[in-house]
């Protein structure tokens, strides 16, 4: 969720930002955020086929959610 919160992002994109994903476990992690509807998938006709994922409205809202919780614990751990 991280990285579609940047740009639109293929799934060779994807695998290539994230350090160590499987192509399979990054399938099977898009196919639940779909299904929670916090990303979106748009496929384009041709060949090769191409397929992009976003961020939805609900994604946007939940990634502000976590910028936010990492923003306080890195105070906290600063007061540390």
Not at 51 to 59: A, F, H, I, Q, S
Not at 61 to 68: D, E, G, S, T
């Amino acid at each position: 969720m991280w990285q579609l919160g940047k740009v639109l992002s293929t799934l060779a994109q994807l695998e290539r930002n994230i350090n160590g994903v499987s192509q399979k476990m990054l399938l099977e992690q898009l196919n639940e955020l779909l299904d929670y509807q916090v990303i979106d998938k748009h496929t384009f006709e041709g060949y090769p086929l191409k397929v992009e994922y976003c961020l939805t409205k609900r994604g946007t809202r939940l990634l502000q959610a976590i910028k936010i919780m990492q923003e306080v614990g890195i105070d906290l751990m600063k007061e540390s």
